[in-house]
């Protein structure tokens, strides 16, 4: 794993670490709901540059900052926003409690790419609020609910297909490989950006009344 790598996994890491204690310190009774807003943003902000630093973590010689190298080799080192959210948030659980989950519905005949992403009922119901196309745009769903007899707070926020997404969600045409698929191998699924790909789903247990 790359130096770079491991920073924005260290920083990604300890910033959700903070986001998720700090508030349960400093006061008393906290904002669930904030929190769940302020944690979906955080892990948007790390998938968005993540997405946005494909082609410098996968260009030989690349520097953040820097214009490309023309013509240097490429080579795919498996850092899919997605995944990188997966491994973050399967960390951030064993710490916290806290579960941290990106799920769509897929687009036509195209599912989840992974069936690890697949979404439960709750958030098959909040996905297909946030595709209707009267659903305002940015505007995240939250409920308490009870799981397995404990109480927790349900939060999901619309994720979005933007620029850097299409290189691996867009046009098959622009398939890197000439076959349809994106660079790790999935068929792209044709999005255009703006669309609702899917959403973060974050799952925060409850403390229990006294
Ligand atoms: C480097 C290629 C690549 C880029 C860039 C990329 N994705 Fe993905 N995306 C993938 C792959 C591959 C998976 C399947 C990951 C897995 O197997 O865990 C995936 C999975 C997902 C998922 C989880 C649901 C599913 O279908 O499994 C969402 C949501 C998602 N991507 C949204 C985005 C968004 C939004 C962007 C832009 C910010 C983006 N992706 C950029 C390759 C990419």
Sequence with gaps: MSKRIKAVLVLSAFILTTIGVFPALAAEKVDVRKMAEDMA????????????????????????????PQNAPY?????????????IGEDFFKNT????????LGKGDFGPRNVYNAPDDWEKEVLTRFYEPSYPKGKGYGEEQEIEGKRVYRYAF?????????????????????????????PMESYAEGEVRGCISITIPLAEAA
Excluded: W
């Excluded at 080579?75 to 491994?87: D, E, L, Q, T």
């Excluded at 409690?97 to 769509?104: D, L, N, R, W």
């Design 75 to 87: 080579s795919f080192k498996g850092v899919i926003p997605a995944y990188m959210g997966r491994v």
């Design 158 to 186: 619309p994720l979005y297909i933007e620029k850097a997404c299409m290189k691996c969600h867009g046009d098959p045409k622009t398939s890197p490989t000439g076959d349809g698929l994106d660079m790790a191998g999935k």
């Design 41 to 68: 943003q955080f892990l948007l902000s790390t998938r968005r540059l993540l997405a946005q630093n494909v082609d410098i973590i996968n260009t030989h010689g690349a520097k953040v900052g820097e214009p490309l």
């Design 97 to 104: 409690g806290i579960q941290v989950k990106q799920t769509t």
